[in-house]
């Protein structure tokens, strides 16, 4: 099953795109190469990364709008109450089919069913931070943060990247 698939892979991403440390100049990297792999696309997104609640990155590229911020804290709330991906935390729900009130005592307005935002881990230590991107389809905004993060840290695109649908 297609969903299965994406939850096996996407728990390889979080394994795999860790780092060893982190700190403003690192989200500055990851932050530009974002904004230019996004530029490439021919696309627009807003990004933002942020350190145990410190914003560190924020760039929101002409033609986006104060609803994607609002996505992006959404997203933020994923991953910092989940410790996971905003894109498996949404096909997690999907697959057991239940709603985020009875689950979880919180609805859309709180918590994002959309991909777009990554955990920052540190290895041996766990969730520090987020990297959201909002503003492209939401399984995109997920795989144009892994292939960036894939690149950043040397890791093969290949094993970790989404099969297209």
């Not at 979880?104 to 041996?124: K, M, Q, T, V, W």
């Not at 795989?143 to 840290?153: K, M, Q, T």
């Amino acid at each position: 099953m297609a969903l299965d698939d994406d939850l096996t892979r996407l728990a390889l991403q979080e394994e795999r795109l860790q780092f060893e440390q982190f700190n403003a100049e690192t989200a500055l990297a990851i932050g530009l190469r974002l904004k230019d792999y996004i530029a490439s696309l021919g696309k627009k997104a807003a990004i933002d990364i942020q350190l145990a609640g410190h914003p560190l990155f924020f760039y929101a590229m002409p033609g986006t709008t104060p609803d994607n911020v609002d996505w992006i804290r959404r997203k933020r709330n994923v991953v910092m109450r989940f410790h996971k991906s905003s894109y498996a935390f949404a096909l997690n729900v999907q697959k057991n089919g239940y709603s985020l009130f009875e689950r979880f005592g919180a609805g859309a307005d709180e918590l994002a069913l959309s991909g777009g935002a990554f955990p920052i881990r540190l290895r041996g230590s766990g969730c520090v931070g987020s990297i959201i991107v909002s503003g492209l389809p939401h399984r995109d905004d997920h795989g144009v943060i892994v292939a960036v993060l894939a690149e950043f840290l040397g890791q093969d695109i290949a094993e970790l990247a989404l099969d297209k649908v």
